[in-house]
């Protein structure tokens, strides 16, 4: 079955630092750009970092930049994503997506976990 | 580059023609993606390219648009579709979403 699974989410405390996993299966992940999405308790969709198949090319949200750090583990399959310095506004549910380019553009994410909580409190 | 919604809520009844317009901050050409999500679900693409149905998606959901101004439409309301529906440009980094359009039941 071609999926993402994300783990790792959880309860951490303000200034704390947390680690997200994606597992990929049923497709050639190597060959792919991934995604890391968030969507805060009843808000919409925030595009938090992406990395290109090879991890050449890796993009930041300003929100996250100098406090996460997106990677991959391509013989692993895996995505991750380090969140340092965590605030109570990174309560997310953190979703990994599979991203899709043609012609050479990012055209659409177009395979989606089911998306991890992470949750930033005292 | 931002991207605004409009309307961002509707109310709708089974079978009624639906129309929801996002309109971007500058050009973005064609690169443009419509996502719709229910409470607790992954979004799900429904359109990209601006006018190009993901595969699977029911004909009754189109796109059209280019340069700044896009519209979602579908032809004619099912039960299933009442949902939040989100614009997303990929036309550059950082990649953005609209604030998204909720679609109840009138």
């Known amino acids: 079955e071609v999926q993402v699974v994300e783990s790792g989410g959880g309860l951490v405390k303000p200034g704390g630092s947390l680690g997200l996993s994606c597992a990929a299966s049923?497709?050639?992940?190597?060959?792919?750009?991934m995604n890391w999405v968030r969507q805060a308790p009843g808000k919409g969709l925030e595009w938090v970092s992406s990395?290109?198949?090879?991890?050449?090319?890796?993009y930041y949200a300003d929100s996250v930049k100098g406090r996460f750090t997106i990677s991959r583990d391509n013989a692993k399959n895996s995505l991750y994503l380090q969140m340092n310095s965590l605030r109570a506004e990174d309560t997310a549910v953190y979703y990994c997506?599979?991203?899709?380019?043609?012609?050479?553009?990012?055209?659409?994410?177009?395979?989606w976990g089911q998306g991890t909580l992470v949750t930033v409190s005292s | 580059i931002q991207l605004t919604q409009s309307p961002s809520s509707l109310s709708a009844s089974v079978g009624d023609r639906v129309t929801i317009t996002c309109r971007a901050s500058?050009?973005?050409?064609?690169?443009l993606a419509w996502y719709q999500q229910k409470p607790g679900k992954a979004p799900k693409l429904l359109i990209y390219?601006?006018?190009t149905l993901q595969s699977g998606v029911p004909s009754r959901f189109s796109g059209s648009g280019s340069g700044a101004d896009f519209t979602l439409t579908i032809s004619s309301l099912q039960p299933e579709d009442f949902a939040t529906y989100y614009c997303?440009?990929?036309?550059?980094?950082?990649?953005?979403f609209g604030p998204g359009t909720k679609v109840d039941i009138k």
């Open positions: 990395i290109s198949s090879s991890s050449t090319y890796i």
């Open positions: 390219a601006a006018s």
């Open positions: 049923g497709f050639t992940f190597s060959s792919h750009t």
């Open positions: 500058q050009g973005i050409s064609s690169y």
């Open positions: 997506a599979r991203v899709r380019f043609e012609d050479g553009h990012y055209i659409r994410d177009d395979l």
């Open positions: 997303q440009q990929v036309n550059s980094y950082p990649v953005t």
